[in-house]
């Protein structure tokens, strides 16, 4: 695996992953583009979470909801009201910062110092920032006399009274500007599932316990994006909401924690290496039950949260209804007279209506993305003494699944032979098959262990039969096959190649 966030991110620039958004400009704070090999990993990723989430299963659905939203669906979400972090600013710099991020980025004795004038356990972290939260005025007197330094620039701060910034971006819809044509772009694609339920329900005639798969990018102001694409401001999620009985609710949240840990695993990120939280009940979302955050152990970073796994009750389903007092509701939601839909279903053994309980596993594309990078990243010693860099992706994830290589580029039989084997493997549907004829045969190995290319085929004099006279006709027809891993190659004949290369990246 990775030891520091840098050396991925110098692969991902140097190797055509990931670069910074709109750079030729100056860059775009917490935007970033994939590269033509980070959008086929990516690819690959989300393929992944669809085949086993919705394919693998015959209680799922799925669905690509708009990204644009009306106003009134972020309203009675709560979103308008509660997707808000607090923001403290820094006077002497005019500069804006996240007020946990900026505590958490506090050498100790200056957190200490902080919780001491808080009145609370410098340990309990979440604690110190809900007091600060609590009490503006007592927070930023606790900044100005700890000493609360910029991490990055250094300055001591004089600081503004904590205020919550809310984390949604708004925009103009038609042209005219009044005061109701403006909507929102989703924060998550959670609420499209909602305001979908009973289209997908009469549509399908699903019964309970079934659910919905989404994916697709989500929008976030992000106070402070930082850590590479951890943290950015434009993200895709893959998210799932399952719908079930209330009171079967607990055994779904822990099947669905099981599944998502063994998906992890299957990608290459091991349990070991992801830590459940049950979040504890004061830290909770205003919609959940319960949550285990999923908490990757990332180079540099440490452990933090790569997939959420909510228990959102009835409260997503129970805001966005109608006729809401009829319904018997468990989660205390806020009045809607908006809605123009019930959106129950027939209870699995009385058939009165209910509104279902929902379990929620959503993951981020990009958290997965670097995870993933992160795990297959291996720095090797040769036994030549050379050091090489090999990423060894699981091969359903690779971007290229095989590099096909003429010896010589400057010979038009072998750079032939290696486009029709190219093609012919290409027409299989196992992702990208590469024609590499860059014509330097050690570069271009050394180029497909640093993308994590499982496979490279060699095309040379001896497959065309056109070797010297001692050479062994016998290899005619054949190519070499050069294994990322092992280092291993070995002759294979051209009509052996399909079935080889399938039963290999199945
Ligand atoms: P955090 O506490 O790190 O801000 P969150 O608890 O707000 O995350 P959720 O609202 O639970 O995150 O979102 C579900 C998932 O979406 C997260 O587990 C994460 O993988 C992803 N995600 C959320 N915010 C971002 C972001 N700004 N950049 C990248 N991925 C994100």
């Not at 009306?70 to 009675?76: A, E, I, P, S």
């Not at 600013?89 to 007020?99: A, H, P, S």
């Not at 919609?287 to 990332?298: A, G, P, Q, V, W």
């Amino acid at each position: 695996p990775a030891t520091s966030m840098e050396e991925l991110v110098s692969l991902c620039k140097r190797r055509g992953f990931i670069f910074q958004g709109s750079e030729i400009y100056g860059g775009l704070q917490g935007f970033y583009d994939y590269g033509p090999l980070g959008v086929e990993l990516k690819n690959n990723i989300k393929a992944a979470w669809w085949r086993s989430n919705v394919y693998e299963r015959d209680d799922m659905e799925g669905l690509d909801s708009s990204i644009i939203m009306h106003r009134l669906v972020l309203r009675h979400s709560g979103h308008e009201a509660t997707f808000s972090d607090p923001m403290v600013d820094n006077k002497k710099n005019n500069k804006r910062y996240r007020l946990d991020h900026l505590v958490k980025d506090q050498k100790a004795d200056v957190q200490a110092k902080v919780a001491a004038h808080m009145g609370v356990d410098p340990e309990n972290f979440p604690a110190l920032v809900a007091a600060l939260n609590a009490e503006p005025a007592k927070a930023s007197e606790a900044l100005r006399t700890s000493g609360v330094r910029d991490a990055f620039s250094g300055e001591i701060g004089d600081w503004t009274e904590p205020k919550p910034f809310n984390m949604m971006f708004k925009t103009t819809i038609g042209p005219v500007a009044d005061e109701e044509s403006y909507g929102y772009l989703r924060p998550e694609t959670a609420q499209g599932i909602f305001t979908n339920f009973k289209n997908v329900v009469d549509s399908t005639s699903r019964r309970l316990p079934f659910g919905i798969a989404q994916i697709g990018k989500a929008f976030r102001n992000e106070i402070t994006p930082r850590n590479f694409i951890f943290r950015v401001r434009e993200l895709e999620q893959m998210e799932i909401e399952f719908f079930c009985t209330p009171g079967t609710d607990e055994d779904w949240h822990a099947h669905w924690l099981e599944k998502r840990l063994s998906w992890w695993e299957a990608q290459g990120v091991p349990r070991s290496k992801i830590e459940i939280l049950d979040v504890p009940k004061e830290d909770l979302a205003h919609y959940s039950k319960r949550t285990y955050d999923l908490m990757y152990d990332y180079p540099t970073l440490g452990y933090e949260e790569i997939e959420g796994i909510a228990n959102r009750s009835d409260y997503d389903l129970g805001s966005h209804t109608k006729s809401q007092s009829e319904l018997n509701l468990v989660a205390r939601v806020s009045e809607n007279n908006d809605s123009i839909a019930k959106l129950t279903i027939p209870h699995p053994e009385t058939n009165k209506p209910v509104v279902p309980f929902v379990i929620e596993p959503s993951a981020g594309v990009d958290r997965a993305l670097l995870a993933v990078l992160s795990e297959a990243f291996t720095k090797e010693t040769l036994e030549n003494g050379n050091e090489r860099i090999v990423l060894k992706f699981k091969p359903h994830l690779a971007p290229i699944k095989v590099a096909v290589i003429p010896l010589a580029r400057n010979k038009p039989e072998l750079v032939e032979l290696a486009r029709q084997i190219k093609n012919d493997l290409q027409k299989l549907g196992l992702g990208r098959i590469l024609l590499e004829d860059s014509g330097n045969i050690g570069k271009a190995y050394r180029r497909h262990d640093e993308v994590g290319t499982p496979y490279c085929i060699t095309v040379d004099f001896d497959t065309l039969g056109q070797s010297n006279e001692d050479s062994d006709v016998s290899l005619k027809d054949t190519v070499t096959v050069r294994d990322r891993d092992t280092l291993q190659q070995e002759r294979l004949k051209i009509s052996e190649l399909a079935e080889w290369i399938q039963a290999k990246l199945k």
